[in-house]
């Protein structure tokens, strides 16, 4: 039953100065709490019941600052938050700091990720605020140990900090949903930095290395001055040139480049606001990676993966588009190894190229060999795609799409079209409720043959004497004409003809 307050019960007195202060704060309080960040709950569809759990974690941060967030089993529904419930760690902008984890589960198959909130926005970006990726823990007692690096651009005051665990997790995100795994939540203090004074020391400039090309690479500073109001500007010039000019958005110690197109050299000024003075760091050359021509990858230098551990050639990529299942290099290839894929039940995965030029701009086929190894699987196909980038996020342009319908291992071209997209992908899809095992082995990048066939070929209308067939015209420009022929049951040709230039006939 609902409980009424009768007005005729009420008694009102009057309030002193003090008194009224201290509930005027009261009452304001809890809008001032209200303007607290609200942060995503990470969701697992399972969670942690069956020992997929952060069972224990450890940070060390400045001085005697630590958390100490041990043995702590599986929470309900995979998620705990201990930002109140434990002392913030305190840690310095510019350095770097110890963590320890472990779980339940067996060793190898949990994945952690930490991010910190820098700017405080409710949110955690993976691209500035993600301070560990995809660590694989150790089973209790022991531990698994990383460090995370502090930028030199964090602000000072409380932040929220995720420590993630997914199962078999790759790339997830601080709230993505998961099938199994937990989530804690704890509070970092980022300390302020002491003051810079006089001149600074920029120190020597480097760039992480790289072997790919599209491949982007860090610079960064060692040796500089530690301290505030400190600011930084990154500047290139064509190598050896000594022409420096300002890279737009370079203004912290550490800076990503994506889009180098020739030999640079980089250095950095630093400048101390405080005195008004500045120094300019030492010069740092990185070559550029032409991106590559025509290639045949064979799987053999590739080590061996697993269910884990998506092993793929160096400079290719792999990444899940859609659902849950995994692929990898393999023993299973045509001679020798070759690349596994089980697309399981409406999964799609993709198995992306070196970096290319336009992918040849309309003068390139690829060829590949694939392998359906169990037959009663329907909608079974493997896609060939085009793409502008290497990851998830990058655009995809569907080219050919190739069902799988025969065991055994068969040979396909697909031309590839005119276009500025510098990739291609190799595509493997399973429909729903159904679980293929594909392989491919032999890739050949190369130049269109000069009589390529032509795609979508499709054949309707058909009646005892007559049918339209009709097909997308070769992209080869050598090709001026195409023959046709209709077989009977027995495979005796009872039709035949030729056609210039067209893309149909009767």
């Not at 019960?9 to 005027?24: H, V």
Request: aromatic share 12%; proline share 5%; with cysteine.
């Amino acid at each position: 039953m609902k409980k009424i307050t009768h007005l005729s019960r009420l008694k009102i007195r009057w309030l002193n100065t003090k008194t009224l202060i201290f509930l005027l704060f009261g009452l304001f309080l809890p809008v001032l709490n209200g303007a607290a960040q609200t942060y995503c709950t990470p969701a697992y569809f399972t969670g942690c019941s069956w020992d997929d759990d952060l069972n224990s974690f450890k940070i060390t941060g400045q001085g005697t600052s630590v958390i100490s967030d041990l043995n702590t089993g599986c929470t309900t529904n995979g998620y705990l938050d201990n930002s109140t419930a434990i002392p913030a760690v305190d840690l310095l902008p510019g350095q770097s700091y110890p963590v320890e984890m472990n779980t339940n589960y067996t060793a190898g198959w949990e994945k952690a990720s930490i991010w910190i909130d820098f700017n405080n926005d409710g949110t955690f970006d993976n691209t500035t605020e993600k301070l560990l990726t995809d660590l694989s823990l150790d089973q209790h007692p022991s531990f698994s140990t990383a460090t995370i690096d502090i930028p030199i651009t964090a602000t000072p005051g409380i932040r929220r900090m995720r420590v993630r665990v997914v199962y078999n997790g790759l790339g997830f995100d601080a709230c993505s949903n998961e099938d199994y795994g937990e989530a804690h939540d704890y509070s970092v203090n980022i300390l302020p930095l002491t003051p810079c004074t006089g001149t600074p020391t920029a120190g020597t400039a480097s760039a992480t290395q790289r072997t790919c090309a599209g491949d982007p690479f860090t610079l960064l500073l060692t040796g500089s001055t530690v301290g505030g109001n400190l600011t930084y500007q990154w500047q290139s010039s064509p190598q050896g040139a000594g022409t420096w000019t300002n890279l737009t958005g370079a203004t912290t110690i550490s800076y990503t480049v994506t889009n180098q197109t020739a030999d640079t050299d980089y250095r950095c000024i630093v400048t101390c606001t405080t005195s008004n003075s500045n120094d300019t760091s030492t010069v740092v050359s990185v070559a550029h990676i032409a991106p590559i021509g025509n290639f045949y990858e064979d799987f053999e230098t590739t080590v061996t993966g697993g269910y884990s551990n998506p092993t793929v050639p160096d400079c290719w990529s792999y990444f899940v588009n859609t659902g849950y299942g995994y692929g990898y290099t393999s023993t299973g290839g045509q001679t020798g190894k070759g690349f596994y894929a089980y697309p399981y039940s409406d999964t799609e995965l993709f198995l992306v190229s070196p970096e290319t030029v336009d992918l040849g701009n309309g003068t390139k086929q690829v060829r590949f060999s694939a392998n359906l190894s169990s037959t009663g699987i329907i909608g079974t196909e493997i896609r060939v795609y085009s793409l502008d980038g290497k990851t998830s996020t990058a655009a995809q342009t569907l080219i050919q799409t190739i069902p799988l319908k025969t065991t055994g291992w068969q040979e396909y071209i697909v031309p590839l079209p005119v276009t500025t997209d510098d990739y291609f992908a190799i595509a493997f899809y399973g429909a729903p409720s159904q679980y293929p095992n594909i392989y491919i082995d032999d890739v050949y990048y190369e130049d269109l043959s000069p009589c390529i066939f032509p795609l979508g070929i499709d054949v309707t209308n058909v009646t005892t004497t007559t049918a339209n067939i009709s097909w997308d015209a070769s992209t080869a420009t050598g090709v001026t004409g195409y023959e046709y022929e209709v077989r009977d049951a027995s495979g005796t040709v009872v039709q035949s003809g030729s056609t210039t230039g067209a893309t149909s006939a009767t």
